[in-house]
């Protein structure tokens, strides 16, 4: 029986800061935190929770918002954070799907929440204030920790669901534990590591990744409500450790502030959720002197591998293996294929999560008999073990019955002088089944056209994978973590044909 809030718990040194402003105002410091917990703990509990039931919280990011994810893991509630850009249907169906005992909202909301669900949700403001924290002295400062087992639900997190209905993807108490012990001593966190924190805490990158880093070493972390380059920029000198998705760093690379001088303490720059150019990685490392350390995980696994701290950090990969993940890539029969060809990834390990939230079919379809989960990611592992992630399966584009992995196209695309990113996508096609479509994004002031681009692919890659057409747009579209949105792309160029 082991709570993971114990870990976390385990962490706190009195006195020492746990979450400050990039104004350098302590905002809470870890003695606060058991009684904070408690105090929130106990709110919850009157508001009618009992172990077991679903929180489900749908709030700006603000210290509080972590405190009280904090409480539900020690008092045994399943804390079950939502996107803030949710929209009724969405939270119509997650209510349905979740049947929450306690809703957290912003103020503005409560009404619509009341009448969805006929609880009376708890409130939680971007300032951090609401019913949930009002006059919060009032509540013990004591509070018994909820005894779980390693496999106790205690978080659920929605997949995007871009294919069929959102999955809640069922993370345990052993999951979380297992995740972060492993990844702290990989990163070699230290106590006196400052975390800049400017990811949303609704989703694994900022509420795992980000968070339970620090806390579990009693490590400071400036929290900002979000990303903006210059605040980071300003807090940099002050912070060792930052945590981004691609687009934060090339939003970063954009200001010229961003220089070897503002990162001179910074210890360890990582990124995630979606995939790193490497024309990002190499700026990065020569403008700041910092090589980024690129890992891959997703909701249901955490994080499955990293680049190493020590090692060579491969530019492109996402590294190897974490100690205790298994990686393999199988073909479509499910035979381990060689290394250095393409496949589907799967994993194994104490990270994996338990299954979807009341889904047992979809659970079972995505595990394969000897355990491990099937990620839905295709990729390729070299012969040093490094892992290559060549995109979603469901974005393989299969043209004139041959199989095309878009990035080994939009690689060549990213490397034509005057093109800033692109994204491959198939459309479909009457001849072809489906026609490799180009959608690019040019440098400022290039003019570079279709043909030229087509014929580069031509003189480098084989016919059938070459792009029937190119499309020009100012940006490509990503949601909040940084991914593009590919459906996005099929639904707007798809209808226009080829
Ligand atoms: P999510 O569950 O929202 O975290 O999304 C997980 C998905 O993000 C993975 O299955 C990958 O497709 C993608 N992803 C995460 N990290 C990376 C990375 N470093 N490179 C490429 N794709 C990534």
């Avoid at 009195?14 to 408690?38: C, E, H, I, S």
């Avoid at 009724?88 to 503005?108: G, H, M, S």
């Avoid at 692919?457 to 070459?466: D, M, P, Q, T, Y």
Wanted: net charge negative; glycine share 10%.
């Amino acid at each position: 029986m082991s709570n993971v809030y114990d870990l976390f718990a385990a962490g706190a040194r009195n006195g020492d800061v746990f979450l400050q402003d990039d104004a350098g105002k302590v905002q809470y410091r870890y003695d606060q935190l058991d009684a904070m917990t408690a105090r929130l703990g106990n709110r919850l509990l009157r508001a009618g929770a009992a172990p077991t039931d679903r929180v489900m919280v749908q709030v700006q990011k603000s210290p509080e918002n972590l405190l009280l994810y904090l409480a539900c893991l020690r008092a045994g509630l399943i804390y079950l954070p939502l996107n803030t850009a949710y929209k009724a249907d969405e939270l119509r169906y997650f209510n349905d799907n979740a049947e929450p005992t306690v809703i957290v909202c912003d103020p503005a909301s409560v009404s619509w929440f009341s009448s969805l669900s006929g609880l009376r949700p708890l409130t939680l403001d971007a300032d951090g204030a609401g019913s949930l924290t009002n006059a919060l002295d009032e509540e013990s400062a004591e509070f018994k920790t909820h005894p779980c087992a390693t496999d106790d639900t205690a978080v659920i997190i929605y997949t995007s669901g871009t294919t069929g209905k959102p999955k809640g993807a069922m993370i345990t108490h052993g999951n979380i534990e297992s995740n972060a012990t492993t990844l702290s001593r990989c990163w070699g966190w230290r106590q006196d590591d400052v975390m800049l924190h400017a990811l949303p805490i609704y989703h694994v990158h900022g509420l795992f990744v980000g968070a339970h880093l620090p806390i579990m070493n009693g490590s400071a972390i400036t929290f900002l409500d979000r990303f903006e380059p210059n605040r980071i920029i300003s807090a940099l000198p002050e912070s060792t450790v930052y945590m981004g998705v691609p687009t934060n760093y090339t939003r970063l690379l954009a200001s010229p502030d961003l220089n070897v001088g503002t990162c001179r303490n910074m210890r360890l720059f990582t990124s995630g959720s979606a995939p790193l150019l490497s024309t990002t990685f190499n700026e990065f490392q020569e403008r700041t002197g910092h090589t980024i350390v690129e890992r891959y995980g997703m909701s249901e696994t955490g994080m499955n591998t990293s680049n190493p701290l020590d090692g060579a950090r491969r530019a492109g990969t996402v590294g190897l293996a974490l100690p205790e993940v298994a990686c393999r890539v199988v073909d479509d029969a499910g035979a381990q294929v060689d290394s250095e060809t393409t496949g589907h990834l799967q994993v194994r390990g104490p990270n994996v999560f338990s299954g979807y939230w009341r889904m047992p079919g979809k659970t079972a379809e995505e595990f394969t008999p000897d355990g491990y989960f099937r990620t839905g990611d295709l990729a390729s592992i070299d012969a040093d073990g490094y892992v290559s992630i060549v995109g979603r399966n469901k974005d393989l584009i299969i043209s004139g019955g041959l199989n095309v992995y878009p990035k080994e196209i939009e690689t060549v695309v990213d490397s034509i002088e005057g093109i800033t990113e692109s994204a491959v996508i198939g459309v479909p096609d009457p001849d072809f089944g489906e026609a490799v479509t180009g959608i690019v994004v040019r440098n400022p002031g290039h003019s570079i056209t279709e043909q030229e681009i087509i014929d580069v692919l031509r003189s480098r890659i084989a016919n059938f994978k070459v792009a029937k057409r190119i499309h020009f747009v100012d940006e490509l579209p990503r949601n909040a973590m940084g991914k593009v949105q590919k459906n996005l792309l099929r639904e707007r160029f798809g209808r226009q044909g080829t």
